[in-house]
């Protein structure tokens, strides 16, 4: 039962015939676990509090910074260089001391996010990087958990929900992180601050929706908002069977590098063109799958699919330059960042535009 202050306070939810005070109780009985306490987990963090979910996990490493509070609403200037995630927690609270947080001053990586979102039965996804995002889709695949995501882009955000109920995952709508080249990133391209206050509380949204089982949520749908225009877009897409089944156990650990880094280097397919022409040609990779490679390649690639770039490294020179390609280029700079970091190369260049600028 619900205790007197507790009927008092949430009492404009209990009057709602659809959630009543079961669907409190359910509220009340939630864990969840918010990942990121900037400009989205900011507004999701006050509504799922002023709602009544009854445990809030905060996961973010960083701490408060002036150009952070143009959006992340949770904090002042007495709050500069103090941590993220405590501070939120204390905001949290005094907004509703009936809620329990649970601070994880830790930035989630391969190491630690298993146990953190195993712990929570909903992950909301407040993440401003790719990598943590295909990181924390993988984990809730594997854990069976839904994913609230929300992602903003100067003027534009979305919000949908993974891993519902077998709806689809992540993956099925990117199937695969974007080249360093082609990651936005929010400290060089800016943001209108009130436009992750819009995303975020649509993230709330469909958090309370999921965990009191109402309406419509967002699974297999991908919301999109234009602050500018104020028009508002809903976008189907389908499960993808193999996709979706991609979990921490079967993806490939380069989808969890941060793509901030610079980009690799690169060579266009003007340049490459007289070198492979030459006395000593560069080595061609080829990282797509085989069906790609049996469709059309370029001459004297050898192939090696991404996903099993670290079982035969041996046939990679390192004497030699190497030129690795795919179908666009987000593939091969992935592989070359993981050859680099995890295996040492130094030798290696991304065919800029891939395999579809090269002249057919």
Known sequence: MLTPNERHRYRRHVQLAEIGEAGQLRLRA?????????GLGCPVLQYLAAAG?????????????????QRQILYGPADLGQPKAATAARAVQRLNPLVTCEVHAVRVN???????VAAYDVVVD??????????????CVSLHKPLISGAIYKFEGQVSVFNYRGGPSY???????????EAPN??????LGVLPGLVGTAQATETLKVILDLGEVLSGRLWVI?????????????????RSRINLESANPADYHDASCA?????????????????????????????????????????????????????????????????SGARSARAIARLQSEFGFTNLQNLTGGFEAWPQ
């Open 171 to 181: 993956r099925c709508l990117f199937p695969e992180p974007p080249g360093p080249a």
């Open 30 to 38: 939630a864990r969840v676990l918010v990942v990121g306490a900037g």
């Open 110 to 116: 391969a190491g630690n996010v298993r146990e953190l």
């Open 226 to 242: 234009d602050a500018l225009t104020f028009q508002t877009r809903t976008l189907r897409f389908p499960r993808h069977p193999e």
């Open 126 to 139: 407040g993440s401003d990087n790719f990598a943590t995002r295909y990181l924390l889709n993988d984990a």
């Open 263 to 327: 980009p690799p280097a690169g060579i266009s397919a003007q340049e490459l063109q007289p070198l492979l022409a030459s006395a000593a040609p560069p080595f061609l990779l080829d990282v797509r799958e085989p069906d790609e490679y049996a469709a059309g390649h370029l001459p004297g690639a050898t192939l090696l699919p991404l996903r099993q770039l670290a079982e035969d490294l041996a046939i990679i020179p390192r004497q030699r330059p190497v030129v690795v390609y795919c179908r």
């Open 53 to 69: 979910v009854g445990t809030l996990g905060i996961a973010d490493a960083d701490a408060v910074e002036m150009s952070n509070l």
């Open 186 to 191: 929010c400290d060089t391209t800016g943001v």
